[in-house]
C-alpha cells in the first residue's frame, strides 16, 4: 500500500546491497543546527497523513524472550493503521523478511539500521512548509537521540532522523537540543506541551536554561507560546514523557492521564495531580480555560510488572480512527473508548492488546510517527 512518495524509499532497498553499510550514513553534524528560521511548523497529530512510520524491534539484549511477542505487536498496530492509511516500517537487513512475513503486502518494510520500536523518540518529527508556494512542503525535525538519557545504547537509532530525510530527499532542521519526540505534545496552533524531567536534565541537556530549550524547540516547531509540566525524572527510563500524561485533543481540549485511585502517597499519583493543576490554571491562546477531559487508568490489568505502562493515553491518531490500547478491564476499556469516540468524532476508536509493550514501558504513540500529507 504504498504511495508515490515511497516509490524512492523502495528502490533504494530494492537495488541497495542488502547490508547494513548502505546505510552507514553519516551522523549530522552535532554542532551546526540548521535553524528553522520562521520556515516550518509540526502539524497536529490528527490532521491528514501521508503515512505512518514505524520501526521493527530487533534487541534480544533488551527484550530477550518477550521479543517475539514484541514483534507480534508491533505487527498488530502496523496492520491496524494499515487500514486506514500507509504504513512504513524501517528494519535492519537481517529482519526484513521476518518483518514482511509478520506484516504481509499491507504494510511497507524497509532496511534501516534500527535498534527497537520507539519510533515516536528516534525518528524525525515531520515538518511542513509554512509558506505554501514554497518548492519542498516536507522537512525533517530532529531532536537528538541519546537513549533517554544515556540509559540504553542506540547506535543505530540515533540515525535515523538523517536515515530518514535522505530517504525522503528532504531537509533536516536540528533543534541542537538533546530529547525524544514523545516528550513533545504540539496542539497544531502555536503551542507547545512539554515536561521539564525530560528536557531540562543534566543526562540530555547538561548546562543549558529551561529558556534556552524552550526558545530552540519553539524554533524547531515553528510554535510560538510553551505550556510546561514538572514531569518526574529518574522514575522511567523517559524521565516522564508528556504523551503518557497529557495531551492535545484539539487547542481548546487537554486529556490527562488519572490513575484509577488518587494514592497521595505514591509518587505518580502526586506528579498527576502537580500536572492537573498546572494545566488547571492554563489558558489557550485565547485567553480561555482548557477543557481538561480525563482518561482514567485501568483498575486491572491482563499483566502487569515494574515497568507496565496502564495507560490509555497513549493512543495514536490516524487518518479516520484512533488506535488505542485495551488492558483487559472490560469497564475502563469501554471508557476509555467512549472517552475517544467523543473527542474525535467522526474516526473509528480500535482498541488492540499490546500488553508485550506496556510491558517495557510504552504504547502505541510511542511506536509510531505521523508524516503530515502535503497542503491541500
Not at 12 to 24: I, Q
Request: charge should be negative; aromatic fraction near 6%.
Amino acid at each position: 500500500m504504498g504511495l508515490p512518495a515511497a516509490t524512492a524509499l523502495a528502490a533504494l532497498v530494492a537495488h541497495g546491497n542488502g547490508r547494513a553499510e548502505a546505510f552507514a550514513l553519516p551522523d549530522l553534524a552535532p554542532n551546526l543546527p540548521a535553524p528553522n528560521q520562521g520556515r516550518w511548523r509540526m502539524p497536529a497529530e490528527e490532521t491528514r497523513h501521508e503515512r505512518t512510520w514505524m520501526c521493527w524491534p530487533s534487541g534480544h539484549d533488551i527484550w530477550g524472550r518477550a521479543l517475539p511477542d514484541v514483534q507480534a505487536t508491533i505487527a498488530s498496530i502496523a496492520l491496524s493503521i494499515a487500514a486506514f492509511e500507509p504504513v512504513s516500517v524501517l528494519a535492519r537487513p537481517q529482519q526484513l523478511r521476518a518483518a514482511r512475513d509478520r506484516v504481509g503486502a499491507d504494510v511497507e518494510v524497509l532496511e534501516a539500521p534500527v535498534d527497537d520500536l520507539w519510533a515516536r523518540d528516534t525518528l524525525p518529527c515531520f515538518l511542513v512548509a509554512k509558506n505554501p508556494a514554497a518548492p519542498r512542503s516536507l522537512a525533517a525535525g530532529r531532536v537528538r537521540f541519546n537513549g533517554w538519557g544515556d540509559k540504553q545504547r542506540h547506535g543505530g537509532d540515533r540515525r535515523l532522523a538523517g536515515v530518514v530525510a535522505e530517504m525522503l530527499g528532504i531537509e533536516v532542521v536540528d533543534s541542537g537540543v538533546v530529547g525524544e519526540g514523545g516528550g513533545l505534545e504540539i496542539d497544531g496552533d502555536g503551542t507547545v506541551l512539554a515536561a521539564k524531567s525530560s528536557w531540562v536534565n543534566e543526562n540530555r541537556n547538561p548546562g543549558r536554561s529551561r529558556a534556552d530549550i524552550e526558545a530552540a524547540l519553539l524554533d524547531l516547531l515553528g510554535a510560538e507560546r510553551f505550556l510546561w509540566v514538572d514531569g518526574l525524572a529518574g522514575k522511567d527510563i523517559t524521565d516522564d514523557h508528556i504523551d503518557s500524561q497529557a495531551r492535545f485533543a484539539d487547542p481548546a481540549t487537554i486529556v490527562l492521564d488519572r490513575p484509577f485511585i488518587d494514592a497521595p502517597d505514591d509518587v505518580w499519583s502526586r506528579t498527576a495531580a502537580k500536572t492537573r493543576d498546572r494545566l488547571g490554571a492554563a489558558h489557550t491562546r485565547d485567553g480561555e480555560p482548557y477543557t481538561i477531559v480525563d482518561l482514567v487508568q485501568p483498575e486491572r490489568v491482563r499483566r502487569n510488572g515494574a515497568d507496565f505502562l496502564a495507560t490509555y493515553l497513549n493512543y495514536y491518531v490516524c487518518n479516520g480512527a484512533v488506535i488505542a490500547p485495551s488492558f483487559g478491564d472490560p469497564m475502563a476499556d469501554d471508557r476509555a473508548r467512549d472517552t475517544l469516540a467523543e473527542l474525535f468524532p467522526g474516526r473509528r476508536v480500535v482498541q488492540l492488546d499490546i500488553d508485550a509493550v506496556a510491558a517495557g514501558g510504552g504504547g502505541i504513540h510511542c511506536a509510531t510517527q505521523q508524516q503530515p500529507a502535503p497542503a491541500d
